[in-house]
Nanobody, 131 residues
Framework: QFQFEESGGGLVQPGESLRLSCAAS????????IGWFRQAPGKEREGVSC???????????ANYADSVKDRFTISRDDASTVVLQMDSLQPEDTAVYYC?????????????????????WGQGTQVTVSS
């Protein structure tokens, strides 16, 4: 049974960094997006970043929520692992972070951060940013 496992969460101070890893239990097609999402207490789950290969480009294409642009970087280490490098963390980044698999392949443009377009959610990893 396919599953994701997230790791790398923890407690850090504002301005510090964390590196989250999302490891899949099996090979994943490059054309299926792998997304990172987060959910803070009392809030809805929201998209953070996603990555996929598209038919238009030879490399990977990424998408970021406005709130994390220029601070977070997503990358695909191999056929089954995606990393989210989080720099300049702020208290508002505190949440449980999940990775998930896009339901449909990304053929054109870039992956989207719509929760409803993802499945196979991991158990999540807690990120707490506090002084």
């Amino acid at each position: 049974q396919f599953q994701f496992e997230e790791s790398g969460g923890g407690l850090v101070q504002p301005g510090e960094s964390l590196r989250l890893s999302c490891a899949a239990s099996q090979f994943i097609s490059d054309y299926l997006a792998i997304g990172w999402f987060r959910q803070a207490p009392g809030k809805e789950r929201e998209g953070v970043s996603c990555i996929s290969r598209t038919a238009e480009t030879e490399g990977y294409s990424a998408n970021y929520a406005d709130s994390v642009k220029d601070r977070f970087t997503i990358s695909r280490d191999d056929a089954s692992t995606v990393v989210l490098q989080m720099d300049s963390l702020q208290p508002e980044d505190t949440a449980v972070y999940y990775c998930a698999l896009g339901i449909q392949p990304v053929l054109y443009g870039r992956c989207e951060l719509n929760v409803n377009e993802y499945d196979n959610w991991g158990q999540g990893t807690q990120v707490t940013v506090s002084s």
